[in-house]
């Protein structure tokens, strides 16, 4: 990996993450978390974000999901947060609209360093595959919280499960491209008026303008 990298571990009595993240690569990537699903939508997530990822993740699935899941965010979140440094130089904002067959997803990120996701996303049907869908929240919350991202996430209309939360992912990914992206016209700049994007290398976020 080059550029903008980081190494994450985190390891808890529930989970054991393992998390090597490229922010300017193209797209490489090595998922086993245990949930096929779910690795399926992380997969979706590195290849459009252009993200080299390696991640490993052991839960408790004897138990359920969720702590997998949701520790999978906090590590990734936080390796995006180590990689992006003091956030200098990067367009900051990012959004995509996503069609995907009869849905269509609206997504907007601002690595602000204020931590809050806004998730209008509905489910007719409480799985796909291996993995609970009221899990999908859980996961970008923790990214949000972790990355210090303002995230947005809006189904504007679709029926299809699989294809809500696929374009969703999707539209995360190419929205958190763009947001990390280095803006030549910046020339190194913070781009906030305040002079910082809060916390850095995964410390508390703080509020940006």
Do not use: C
Not at 22 to 34: F, H, P, V
Not at 53 to 70: F, N, P, Q, S
């Amino acid at each position: 990996m080059t550029g903008r990298t980081a190494t994450i571990s985190r390891t808890t009595s529930e989970t054991a993450i393992a998390v090597r993240l490229g922010l300017d690569g193209s797209g490489n990537r090595r998922i086993a978390t245990g949930i096929g699903f779910f690795d399926h939508m992380l997969d979706q997530l590195a290849k459009h974000a252009l993200l080299d990822l390696d991640l490993e993740a052991k839960g408790d699935l004897h138990i359920d999901a969720h702590h997998t899941v949701e520790d999978t965010g906090l590590a990734l979140g936080r390796a995006i947060a180590t990689a992006l440094g003091d956030r200098a130089g990067i367009r900051r904002y990012g959004h995509a609209l996503i069609p995907m067959d009869e849905t269509l997803t609206r997504v907007a990120i601002d690595i602000s360093g204020r931590p809050y996701l806004v998730w209008k996303v509905a489910f007719s049907q409480p799985r796909l595959g291996d993995m609970d869908t009221e899990l999908f929240r859980e996961f970008f919350q923790a990214l949000a919280q972790e990355g210090g991202i303002t995230l947005h996430v809006e189904t504007l209309y679709g029926t299809n499960n699989h294809h809500i939360i696929e374009s969703a992912f999707k539209g995360v990914a190419r929205a958190l491209r763009e947001a990390v992206a280095i803006d030549p016209r910046m020339a190194g700049q913070i781009p906030s008026t305040k002079g910082t994007l809060g916390g850095t290398h995964g410390g508390s976020p703080g509020a940006a303008a």
